[in-house]
DNA sequence: ACCTAACTGTTAGATATCAAACTGTCAACA
DNA sequence: TGTTGACAGTTTGATATCTAACAGTTAGGT
């Protein structure tokens, strides 16, 4: 019963999701940043200016989430955030240069590990792989609340 | 910005995890669990006897965790610890009556989310990403620690 | 103008997770 | 028999997540 016998899919796929949290945990650690956190701040650097709403789409969970996740971004002044265009409703959000410096590197390093991951699938069966994640994600609910 | 372009296979991979956790959700939460506490209790209604340690292993999480969630599931009386054996460091966990009877159901509500899922795959096409993911999960790292 | 509904973000309370430090127990070995 | 190291579990303090309830803002309809 140590050996447990793996016959679903979904299985494998969360197993694979803890895996990639993991792996990049050293890079992510020596900056004293969550996971969650560095993924929004670097989101942050490629988007500038999103609203919250969108930042909790993308990163797939709740605007409770975001709003307590970009507290401790800006405790540390991280980000920034401040409302625009008359809509005193949006927040945009902006990396401060300390973010977006403590994020440098962060999608290369995140791009290492993806690689290291999949290393044992050649580019054919990587191509499978996309076309049937995408056919399944395709049917999927978005996280939208 | 609204249309991410999802070139990243592990993208997917978390989203389906993502979608995968949500989609029992009713079910579990008619029960007032939580998504782990369920899983942890379906586990010991299959390995009664089962010692934390291992729980931590096949639920993919750390003695610590497994230690509060059991806290958790012992003060509703779903489960029960004692050590046996004459080995005081091992503690040997139980669901009670109590709680194999709220749980009874899970693994086939469980089963047909999954199946909700893969629907958009065939036959053929579930075996090629069950072999494909199997050879990815073969290399990566058990979360022993 | 006003009312209402939708939208955006926050708070509160619960659980999960992790690392690190700690306690207690067992076993091996001198 | 005593010491030492490995093992099992707990605690602590931090962050993330969820739901539900809440507050302020905007926009639409009458």
Same mark, same amino acid.
């Given at each position: 019963m140590k050996e447990p016998e793996f016959t679903s899919s979904l299985e494998l796929v969360r197993w694979i999701g803890w895996a990639q949290k993991k792996s990049g945990e050293d890079w992510i650690r020596a900056r004293e940043l969550s996971h969650e956190q560095a993924f929004v701040l670097g989101y942050l650097v490629d988007n500038? =200016?999103?609203i919250q709403r969108d930042i909790a789409a993308v990163s797939r969970t709740s605007a409770a989430s975001v709003s307590s996740l970009l507290q401790g971004l800006e405790r540390r002044d991280l980000v920034e955030r401040r409302t625009e265009d =008359?809509?005193?409703?949006r927040k945009r959000v902006y990396a401060t240069p300390a973010g977006a410096e403590l994020i440098s590197g962060f999608e290369d390093a995140m791009a290492a590990t993806d690689d290291a991951i999949l290393a044992p699938l050649d580019g054919d069966e990587r191509a499978t792989l996309l076309a049937l994640l995408k056919k399944i994600t395709a049917e999927l609910p978005q996280p939208r609340r």
């Open positions: 500038p =200016g999103s =008359g809509d005193e409703r």
